[in-house]
C-alpha cells in the first residue's frame, strides 16, 4: 500500500485543474442552475393605451400601453416567461399628495394585471407597491401636514414623512392590487411596519391563502436607480431617498430589516440593488434560510451592463450571466432582472 493512504499529514497533489477541464465538468461545479422559473420580468404600463415607447437610459426595454401588452407578452411566455412585475407610469392621470392614481380602478397597473391574469393564466401576477409614481411630490410616502411639524420645522418647510398615514395607504393601494388578481404585492415604499399592515389587510379582506407579500427588506439609497426613475417619472422633486431607503455601508440596518419583515409575515424578502450587496444576501440566506430570497437588478446595473458591452469591455451575454451566477451563489432563488427576455432565449442555446 502506497504511503500516501496511511499517513493523514501527506499533502495531497493541489491539482485543481482535472477537474474543469470539460464544458460539462464545469457546469457540475455550480451548487445550482439558473432556470426560467427563477426569473421575474419588471414591466412599466402607461395610461397611453397604444404607447410604445422606447426607454433610452434601459436599452431595449421599452412603456407599454395597455393595447399592446397582449403582442408583446405572447411570445415571450410561449419562451417560458413565468412572472412579471408591474410598474405604472400615469402621464396623464391627476397625481396628489397621498398618489391617487396608484389604486384609481383604471390605473394601468390594476387594468395590466387583469389583463394578464386573463390573457396568461399561467404567469405569475406581481405588482410594486408604492407611491413614489403616483405622488405630486414624488416621494414613496405620504407626507406630514404642515399643522404637524414643529415651529421650527414649519419655517423651514420642512418635508417629513408620515410613516403612519403612508403604511396605511400601502395598504389600500395592495388591497386593489389583490382584488385585480394580483398573486404577489411588493411594497418598495420602505415605510416602517408596512408588511404586518398589508399582511393583516390582506388577511382580514380574504386575501390571505391568495395573495403573498414580498417586501423589498433590505433596498439601498442606490446610484443605480436612475434609469427606472427617468422610465417611471418618479423622480422625487425636492429632497432624495435617504431617510427611508439604507446608506449603502449599512449592514446591520439591513440584518434588521430582514428579520423585522420575517417577523412580521413576508412570504419573500428582497434585496436591491444586487451586484454591489452580494453580501447581504448571503446574509438573508443565513438569517432567513425558509423563506424565497429575491434580488432586483435593477435599471442601472442593467444600462451598465450594455454600456461596457458597448464600450467593448466584454461580452453582453457572458457578463450579464455571470452577474446573475454570482446572485446563485449568494442564495438568491428570484431574480428580477431586465434581462428576463434575453436569459429566456440565451437558456434555450446550446452551451
Ligand atoms: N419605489 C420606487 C422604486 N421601485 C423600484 C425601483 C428601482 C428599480 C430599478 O432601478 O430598476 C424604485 C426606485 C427608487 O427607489 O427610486
Ligand atoms: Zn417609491
Ligand atoms: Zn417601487
Not at 414623512?161 to 385585480?180: G, H, K, W
Request: proline content about 7%; hydrophobic content about 40%; glycine content about 8%.
Amino acid at each position: 500500500m502506497p504511503a500516501s493512504q496511511d499517513r493523514v499529514d501527506v499533502p495531497l497533489p493541489a491539482i485543481l485543474q482535472g477537474g474543469y477541464h470539460h464544458p460539462l465538468l464545469r457546469s457540475l461545479q455550480a451548487e445550482r442552475h439558473l432556470t426560467k422559473d427563477m426569473l421575474m420580468y419588471p414591466i412599466f404600463i402607461t395610461d397611453e393605451p397604444d404607447a410604445v415607447v422606447e426607454i433610452k437610459s434601459l436599452p431595449g426595454q421599452k412603456r407599454w400601453g395597455i393595447n399592446k401588452l397582449r403582442d408583446f407578452l405572447a411570445p415571450l411566455v410561449a419562451k417560458g416567461l413565468r412572472s412579471v412585475i408591474l410598474f405604472g407610469v400615469p402621464l396623464h392621470m391627476q397625481k396628489d399628495g397621498r398618489g391617487s392614481p396608484a389604486d384609481d380602478p383604471n390605473t394601468p397597473v390594476i387594468l395590466a394585471t387583469q389583463l394578464i391574469r386573463r390573457e396568461f393564466p399561467h404567469v405569475v401576477v406581481a405588482c410594486d407597491v408604492c407611491l413614489c409614481e403616483y405622488t405630486d411630490h414624488g416621494h414613496c410616502g405620504e407626507l406630514c401636514p404642515l399643522e404637524q411639524l414643529t415651529p421650527a420645522e414649519q419655517a423651514a418647510e420642512a418635508k417629513v414623512i408620515d410613516n403612519a398615514r403612508s403604511v396605511r395607504r400601502m395598504q389600500e393601494v395592495a388591497l386593489a392590487y389583490a382584488r385585480a388578481g394580483a398573486q404577489i404585492v411588493a411594497p418598495s415604499d420602505m415605510m416602517d411596519g408596512r408588511i404586518g399592515a398589508i399582511k393583516q389587510v390582506l388577511i382580514d379582506e380574504g386575501f390571505g391563502n391568495r395573495c403573498a407579500v414580498m417586501s423589498y427588506s433590505a433596498k439601498f439609497a442606490s446610484n443605480m436607480y436612475g434609469p427606472f426613475r427617468e422610465a417611471a417619472g418618479s423622480v422625487p422633486n425636492f429632497g432624495d431617498r435617504k431617510c427611508y431607503q439604507f446608506p449603502p455601508n449599512a449592514r446591520g440596518l439591513a440584518r434588521r430589516a430582514i428579520m423585522r419583515d420575517v417577523r412580521e409575515g413576508a412570504d419573500f424578502i428582497m434585496v436591491k440593488p444586487a451586484m454591489p450587496y452580494l453580501d447581504i444576501m448571503s446574509e438573508a440566506r443565513a438569517l432567513a434560510p425558509d423563506l424565497p430570497l429575491a434580488c432586483y437588478q435593477v435599471s442601472g446595473e442593467y444600462s451598465m451592463i450594455h454600456a461596457g458591452a458597448n464600450a467593448g469591455v466584454y461580452d453582453l451575454k457572458a457578463m450579464a450571466i455571470e452577474s446573475i451566477e454570482g446572485f446563485l451563489r449568494a442564495g438568491c432563488t428570484l431574480i428580477l432582472t431586465y434581462f428576463t427576455p434575453d436569459l429566456l432565449d440565451w437558456l434555450d442555446e446550446a452551451k
